[in-house]
């Protein structure tokens, strides 16, 4: 269920220190106040960046070439220090953002951390941040595909909320320990309540798709696009891949 956001006068001088300007005219799931944030992206990333890396392209390519295009989604899956920390923070300076990635062909919503050790109030802050700078930058005219991140069992009734159903979901497979047999189990009943509730049509994986659970998902017809991390990329280049450039 949704409900529709209340607007009110903001005392003069204020500042709005908490961004709520991004969820101006959104949609809420009642609850847990997540900010629906709708997937207006069209077609599936022939290629995915990482942020850092999109900020380095920029930097070369902006004064050479204002109009500079790159043909791929830029993702935030990797350690949250690189896109939250002093000066480069996503949260505080999302303009910064939104001027790189006009200049790429979409994005995944950032991966703020939601770890089984965090305490409940930032799991459920960074999934409304997620949601929230999601829904701003779609409606800022960035195609925009949610990442969808889940903990343990207590993290369920609120983690998937703000997701469209039937929609196209990213997922990154680096950091989940999947990789470890002990982490399976949590990983695999965690993704399948995911696919439950949301019934995704599509799912980008960041990482490797080599697992029963993906193949187990593509015999129920979801359809799993898997693209390499950023170390196995590099790896591939050096022998001799593809390379993202600006045209």
């Given at each position: 269920?949704?409900?529709?956001?209340?607007?009110?006068?903001?005392?003069?001088?204020?500042?709005?220190?908490?961004?709520?300007?991004?969820?101006?005219?959104?949609?809420?799931?009642?609850?847990?106040?997540?900010?629906?944030?709708?997937?207006?992206?069209?077609?599936?990333?022939?290629?995915?960046?990482?942020?850092?890396?999109?900020?380095?392209?920029?930097?070369?390519?902006?004064?050479?070439?204002?109009?500079?295009?790159?043909?791929a989604f830029v993702h935030f899956y990797y350690d949250d220090y690189k896109?939250?920390?002093?000066?480069?923070?996503?949260?505080?300076?999302?303009?910064?953002?939104?001027?790189i990635l006009r200049h790429f062909s979409g994005v995944i919503t950032v991966d703020f951390s939601t770890n089984a050790d965090f305490p409940d109030?930032?799991?459920?802050?960074?999934?409304?941040?997620?949601?929230?700078?999601?829904?701003?930058?779609?409606?800022?005219?960035?195609?925009?595909?949610?990442?969808?991140?889940?903990?343990?069992?207590?993290?369920?009734?609120?983690?998937?909320?703000?997701?469209?159903?039937?929609?196209?979901?990213?997922?990154?497979?680096?950091?989940?320990?999947?990789?470890?047999?002990?982490?399976?189990?949590?990983?695999?009943?965690?993704?399948?309540?995911?696919?439950?509730?949301?019934?995704?049509?599509?799912?980008?994986?960041?990482?490797?798709?080599?697992?029963?659970?993906?193949?187990?998902?593509?015999?129920?017809?979801?359809?799993?696009?898997?693209?390499?991390?950023?170390?196995?990329?590099?790896?591939?280049?050096?022998?001799?891949?593809?390379?993202?450039?600006?045209?």
């Amino acid at each position: 269920m949704i409900q529709n956001s209340n607007e009110s006068d903001i005392r003069k001088g204020c500042v709005d220190v908490w961004n709520a300007y991004m969820v101006k005219g959104a949609d809420f799931v009642l609850g847990s106040d997540i900010p629906i944030c709708p997937c207006t992206a069209i077609d599936i990333p022939r290629e995915l960046i990482s942020y850092v890396n999109a900020k380095h392209i920029h930097e070369i390519n902006r004064k050479k070439d204002p109009d500079y295009h790159v043909d791929a989604f830029v993702h935030f899956y990797y350690d949250d220090y690189k896109f939250e920390g002093p000066r480069v923070s996503v949260w505080l300076y999302p303009d910064k953002v939104l001027e790189i990635l006009r200049h790429f062909s979409g994005v995944i919503t950032v991966d703020f951390s939601t770890n089984a050790d965090f305490p409940d109030p930032i799991k459920r802050y960074n999934t409304y941040r997620m949601r929230a700078l999601g829904r701003w930058l779609g409606v800022n005219g960035i195609p925009v595909i949610n990442n969808v991140r889940w903990g343990t069992e207590e993290t369920w009734g609120y983690c998937f909320d703000g997701i469209p159903y039937n929609s196209i979901v990213a997922i990154g497979t680096v950091a989940s320990e999947i990789d470890e047999i002990v982490n399976r189990p949590d990983f695999d009943t965690g993704l399948f309540k995911m696919v439950d509730l949301l019934r995704p049509h599509t799912i980008i994986i960041y990482g490797s798709a080599n697992y029963d659970c993906f193949r187990a998902l593509k015999d129920m017809g979801i359809k799993i696009v898997e693209f390499p991390s950023d170390m196995n990329k590099a790896f591939m280049e050096r022998k001799g891949g593809a390379h993202v450039k600006a045209k």
